[in-house]
């Protein structure tokens, strides 16, 4: 770990010899300047972790050194030193950026202390724009994280499609990024300027879809009180994201294979033929092939539709990138919610390392969200987690709870006692109902083994 630099800046040359001495000792790289315009020049050369000032400069004052202080870099810290000791003083220090305020002459021991809390907190900043560096070059694709076999081939075939025209249909379970994946295509595209345009189709109805997709005339039915715009004309130009495709009336498949076939439409209740020239990217998480043959899905459109297709694995095919995103939530919502989370505790990581995530990344984004607004310390505890994660965990354990072949009567009945318990937090009540033993046989057994 590299030591923090740190820049002195006094008038008085036996102060400034002093302090460095003491704080090149404690393993600080000092630099030293005896003016506020020599700091100035020394500032935007070198970047300082730590700016000591006094506030009584021969030609600067120290008001305006922390100001160019935090213009350069607002992560600089500054601690702000004077011989004229006021409460408007420190009041009007704090206010221009300055992280604490002491007064001469410098007491070394309480100095020390705040450098060291000082650099603590630095190392934090640092640590993060690290990881973000780390995730934004090797695991950020436009918004898409992942270092997995599967993610990484998805993102080598965006790059390759993305520059085309061709129509995609992205299929993922809820929650699988499908949409984050449309918008990697758009803006990997010749269409990047252009609009990228989504639309739910599950959440409206026939009539309600055909207006946001098509849009409409004035009087075309009852509310329309005026001309709207639909997302095809919204889109033009750009890319259309028709997420949950699966769920289109017959009606709507059908005016929605015109557009793919000829590039026209008619808002609903108009009688004029628009033009639009829309790059479509569906996304589905049913079977189109099955629903083509349950005839609720028109096969021809399913044939415009699926010119290209991605699969997007659930997050429990894909456990390795867990970690690699929940880092990635983490720093982001620490900075929302103005926290220094460090990291997740190991027994927190194997909690959502061996969870199934039946909501995917949507769903781990909100429980590292959650946890990091009730995280009460530096680091992500289990407590801070749904309590569903635990016990999920502890049902899959129990569920997959085997004996090897060849294990004695006395030790399997050791095993089934012990891990029942372990499953239900020691509970010998509710582990007696599950073996349907008494509660004493359970005590009797756990004296045996002592004694054994």
């Known amino acids: 770990m590299r030591k923090p630099r740190l820049l002195l800046i006094d008038?008085?040359?036996?102060?400034?010899?002093g302090l460095k001495t003491l704080l090149s000792r404690s393993d600080y790289d000092t630099s030293c300047a005896l003016t506020g315009r020599d700091a100035l020049k020394m500032i935007e050369r070198i970047h300082f972790d730590i700016v000591i000032t006094d506030m009584k400069l021969?030609?600067?004052g120290g008001f305006t050194i922390i100001e160019e202080i935090k213009r350069k870099d607002a992560n600089t810290s500054v601690v702000m030193i004077t011989a004229y000791s006021s409460i408007q003083t420190a009041i009007d220090a704090m206010k221009k950026g300055a992280d604490h305020y002491l007064t001469k002459p410098v007491n070394i021991d309480e100095l020390e202390l705040i450098l060291g809390r000082i650099w603590e907190k630095q190392l934090l900043i640092l640590q993060n724009r690290e990881l973000k560096q780390k995730l934004d070059e090797k695991y950020n694709f436009h918004g898409l994280i992942g270092d997995t076999t599967e993610m990484q081939q998805i993102f080598k075939t965006i790059s390759e499609i993305a520059p085309t025209t061709a129509t995609v249909l992205i299929y993922g379970a809820t929650g699988t990024g499908k949409e984050l994946i449309a918008n990697a295509i758009h803006h990997n595209s010749d269409r990047k300027e252009k609009s990228f345009v989504a639309l739910h189709c599950?959440?409206?109805s026939e009539g309600v879809l055909e207006s946001e997709l098509f849009g409409?005339?004035?009087?075309?039915f009852t509310g329309a009180m005026s001309q709207r715009r639909g997302r095809f004309e919204l889109a033009d130009g750009g890319s259309l994201f028709l997420d949950e495709i699966g769920e289109l009336s017959s009606h709507v498949q059908i005016k929605l294979l015109r557009v793919l076939e000829t590039g026209c439409f008619e808002r609903v209740g108009g009688e004029n033929s628009l033009n639009t020239d829309v790059r479509i990217i569906a996304a589905t998480n049913k079977d189109l092939e099955k629903e083509v043959e349950k005839g609720t899905f028109r096969e021809d459109l399913y044939y415009r539709l699926n010119v290209i297709n991605l699969l997007i694995p659930p997050l429990k095919e894909r456990r390795d990138d867990i970690a690699l995103l929940a880092d990635c939530f983490l720093i982001k919502y620490s900075k929302k919610n103005k926290k220094n989370i460090k990291g997740f505790l190991p027994q927190t990581m194997r909690l959502l390392n061996s969870y199934d995530w039946p909501g995917n990344v949507r769903e781990l984004e909100n429980i590292v969200e959650r946890a990091v607004v009730m995280a009460k310390k530096d680091l992500i505890e289990p407590d801070n987690l749904p309590s569903k994660i635990s016990l999920s965990v502890k049902q899959a354990?129990?569920?997959?709870?085997?004996i090897p072949f060849g294990t004695s009567l006395r030790d399997a009945e050791r095993k089934i006692i012990t891990e029942t318990l372990q499953a239900t937090n020691g509970s010998k009540s509710k582990a007696a109902k599950i073996l349907g033993i008494s509660t004493r046989k359970i005590e009797y057994k756990h004296k045996e083994w002592s004694k054994a």
Do not use: C, M, Q, W
Request: negative net charge.
């Open 58 to 60: 021969p030609d600067i």
């Open 397 to 402: 354990n129990r569920d997959v709870f085997s």
């Open 11 to 17: 008038d008085d040359v036996n102060t400034v010899n």
């Open 202 to 204: 599950a959440s409206l």
């Open 216 to 220: 409409h005339e004035k009087g075309a």
